[in-house]
């Protein structure tokens, strides 16, 4: 091959390269605030041209990443991402792999564990062990979660790029759900940093009054921060001495599905 066909086939590749970055700046662009966008949203959002999103676009509403509201001329994400989701899903298998280590913490614990992963907006709840004891059905069942102030949120939200965490407290305003939450965006970084330096997070009555929690992060393959495990408990039941004390254990476990899940401690 000569020196100018290679140049060109890497003149190729480059060009592909950076459709694709732009695809997903794009796609980025929807969030669970912001279902619904128009053309003019997305170049306002992106800065990209508007004759390149609306070529773009096109592509991805051809095949169904993205759907066409025709009366008011909008987009939203289709139900191709929904099963890209599915698939991601079903082959990590994180159910599978946390469990036995979800049902070790609470039977060592005596206390709520929940197993969270992010959804991109909110901390989804996936597994949660509990005893059948009154005194421990004080928690409500979690289906999502906020990031900013609850054990499982705030344990992932410390290991995540500055964009991301500016990303969240900008859809989901830090609004006071306690007189304990953190709810302007200097004290969260505060608070995330000291996670980052002790490898655990505690929520301390910030998301429910009477109810405190320590979490930490769970790891893929490569050693990215995804998904969170917690032990919850009320405060008579959890003094913030036994919550730090619970730390370890905590921490340990979530190390354990992490390794389970192909992640090697020494990546990081």
């Known amino acids: 091959m000569s020196r100018k066909a290679i140049e060109e086939t890497e003149g190729q590749r480059d060009g592909v390269a950076k459709l694709f970055v732009k695809m997903m700046v794009i796609l980025n662009c929807f969030t669970r605030g912001g279902g619904q966008l128009s053309i003019g949203d997305i170049v306002e959002r992106t800065g990209i ?84 004891d009154s005194r421990l059905t004080t928690v409500t069942t979690i289906e999502a979660a906020p990031t900013y102030c609850t054990g499982v949120g705030k344990a992932f939200l410390a290991f995540q790029a500055p964009d991301l965490i500016a990303r969240i407290a900008e859809e989901e305003p830090l609004r006071p759900r306690t007189p304990n939450t953190f709810s302007t965006l200097p004290e969260l970084e505060a608070e995330l940093a000291r996670i980052r330096e002790r490898g655990y997070s505690v929520d301390d009555e910030e998301n429910e009054i009477g109810i405190r929690c320590v979490g930490a992060p769970i790891r893929d393959s490569r050693g990215r921060v995804f998904a969170a495990i917690s032990v919850s408990g009320t405060s008579e039941r959890m003094p913030l001495t036994r919550v730090h004390g619970l730390a370890p254990a905590v921490m340990h476990t979530a190390e354990k599905i992490s390794t389970a899940l192909g992640w090697v401690p020494d990546r990081v």
């Open 49 to 132: 041209p508007r004759t390149t999103v609306h070529r773009i676009v096109a592509s991805l509403r051809d095949v169904a990443l993205l759907d066409q509201d025709g009366r008011r001329q909008t987009y939203r994400l289709g139900l191709q991402m929904f099963y890209f989701g599915s698939a991601v899903m079903a082959n990590l298998d994180l159910e599978t792999h946390a469990h036995p280590h979800v049902l070790a913490l609470h039977q060592l614990t005596g206390e709520v564990v929940h197993l969270h992963i992010f959804d991109g907006s909110q901390m989804v709840c996936i597994e949660r062990e509990e005893m059948n």
